[in-house]
């Protein structure tokens, strides 16, 4: 019994919390849902004032844009109105312009026809007067040919052929009088440039020669030399392309060769075995191999030491080498870079007075010979191997052009051509700067009496001043002073086409009447 009441009680106790926890959640419930009601409330408000916010935002910045397009349509706007405004006053002033020289030419063009007028009245007049002037000479020709008694075409041929006379004597003595002219100003213009270039430019020059002599400290080093049965001659001979000569000349060996850089190895090889002492075939062609090598070097060096003296810029090392082989070639017994910066010296004072590019000048008067420095293996003439050479190695067109035609293997492109073919004949014809054989010389003064001879009216011809001068004495009857003075020209023409000569040759024609009386 009391476990039945106390299980009833528990389940009342129970019951009644359930039913308090659940008033409880309802209330809790209700009062969570009120709130969240509220909450719910206050965020749509807060949510419609930011849009409200937003949207007069967005409108204040759709108003501001607005406004600025409307001011940038505003200014594009008038800058157009300006620019058509503009435009309008040119058309207005186009359309006075226009109706301004409308008048003008209306005004001009009203006096054009007054003066066409006049000028056909004047040439009406002036016909009038030709037809009256024409019979008239022609009755004045009537009463000339009845009073001289011959037709008129007598008359024109008698006049035709004194004028033709008259006209020929005049235009002698005018080509005289302008030939004398010419060549007198030319003469000392030519003069002038040439005496200063040469007297700014003298330079000794020395003869080349086949044999260098090496002088010893005593006849006992000749036997050394020569070595035992002859082997160290025999290949110092070979290894040096140079013959020894050891004679009978007292403290001394010749080395004898046509090409004097041979003979500069040979020398200094020479020079090196005597000082070191030891010779034999192996030591030889050692010390040979090494000098050639060091003089190979020097020839650079020297190429490159030429440019600077002659106030050049640097060239490719192929050119410099070349240059400076011109030490070791001589042309008609000149040392050829001797005689090449000399050239290069009397171009820039040519081109100077010329006013030719100076630099250029020397360039070309440098190398203008640097064709015989080439390998004997390459055949043609020096000029056009120097041509190609500097071609190779891109030196000036002008420069290229000056050394192939130099003795005219090519055309002269430039007159700094012309100026290297005078100043290397300038430099090759001054007294003792070449040598020539007696019989080359005797036949050069035949050549050159026979030339002047051949021409009608000539009697005698004399070459004088070992050949820079021609006088010719000509037949007084046959050529008048005229025609004698045309005859030098001729002579000195001919001259040129068909001899070689240094410097210049002065063609003299002496015409003379000697009358002869004797008193007994």
């Known amino acids: 019994m009391d476990l039945n009441i106390l299980i009833s009680m528990v389940v009342v106790i129970a019951g009644l919390a359930f039913f308090g926890g659940w008033y409880v959640n309802v209330r809790s419930g209700k009062s969570r849902i009120n709130s969240a009601e509220e909450r719910a409330k206050r965020i749509l408000e807060e949510a419609e004032r930011d849009a409200n916010a937003l949207k007069r935002e967005r409108l204040l910045e759709v108003k501001d844009e607005w406004y600025k397009k409307k001011k940038e349509f505003e200014s594009e706007a008038q800058v157009k109105r300006n620019k058509l405004q503009a435009f309008e006053k040119q058309l207005v002033n186009r359309e006075e312009n226009v109706d301004r020289k409308l008048d003008l030419l209306n005004k001009k063009e009203s006096t054009l026809q007054g003066v066409d007028r006049e000028v056909t009245e004047k040439r009406k007049r002036l016909e009038e007067r030709e037809q009256e002037l024409r019979r008239l000479l022609e009755e004045q020709n009537v009463r000339l040919e009845r009073i001289s008694g011959i037709s008129r075409e007598e008359a024109k041929r008698h006049l035709t052929e004194n004028l033709v006379e ?6 002698a003595q005018t080509l005289k009088d302008i030939r004398d002219r010419a060549r007198q100003e030319a003469r000392l213009e030519a003069q002038k440039i040439i005496i200063q270039a040469i007297q700014r430019t003298a330079a000794d020059h020395t003869v080349e020669t086949t044999v260098s002599v090496l002088n010893l400290e005593s006849d006992e080093l000749k036997g050394r030399i020569i070595g035992r049965e002859g082997r160290n001659i025999r290949a110092f001979e070979a290894a040096t392309g140079v013959d020894v000569i ?7 060996v010749i080395l004898s060769g046509f090409d004097p850089f041979r003979r500069e190895v040979a020398r200094v090889s020479l020079e090196r075995l005597i000082a070191d002492g030891r010779i034999h075939p192996a030591r030889i062609e050692e010390v040979v191999e090494k000098v050639k090598k060091e003089l190979d070097e020097e020839v650079l060096r020297l190429g490159e030491n030429t440019l600077l003296e002659v106030g050049l810029h640097s060239a490719h090392p192929e050119i410099c080498k070349h240059i400076g082989k011109m030490k070791y070639r001589s042309s008609y017994g000149q040392n050829l870079l001797q005689h090449s910066i000399e050239v290069a010296h009397l171009m820039g004072i040519m081109a100077g007075e010329l006013r030719l590019d100076a630099m250029l000048a ?8 640097i064709g015989k420095t080439v390998d004997k293996s390459v055949e043609g003439p020096h000029a056009l191997i120097g041509f190609e050479l500097c071609k190779k190695f891109k030196e000036h067109p002008i420069v290229c052009n000056a050394v192939g035609s130099h003795h005219e293997d090519i055309p002269m492109e430039h007159p700094i051509s012309a100026l290297v073919q005078a100043a290397d004949a300038i430099s090759g ?3 003792g700067a070449r040598r020539e054989s ?4 005797v036949k050069r003064l035949e050549k050159l009496e026979q030339l002047a001879k051949s021409f009608n009216g000539v009697l005698n011809t004399y070459a004088i001043q070992a050949g820079r001068e021609v006088r010719v004495i000509v037949n007084h009857e046959a050529l008048d002073d005229a025609k004698a003075d045309q005859l030098s020209h001729d002579i000195a023409s001919k001259i040129q086409e068909e001899m070689e000569f240094p410097g210049q040759i002065k063609v003299t024609v002496i015409r003379e009447f000697r009358s ?3 008193a007994k």
């Open 246 to 252: 050891v004679d009978d000349t007292p403290e001394a």
């Open 362 to 369: 020397k360039r070309a008067g440098l190398m203008h010979d």
């Open 429 to 431: 014809a001054r007294p």
């Open 166 to 171: 008259t006209a020929k004597t005049e235009a």
């Open 516 to 518: 002869v009386s004797i």
């Open 438 to 441: 007696v019989e080359g010389y």
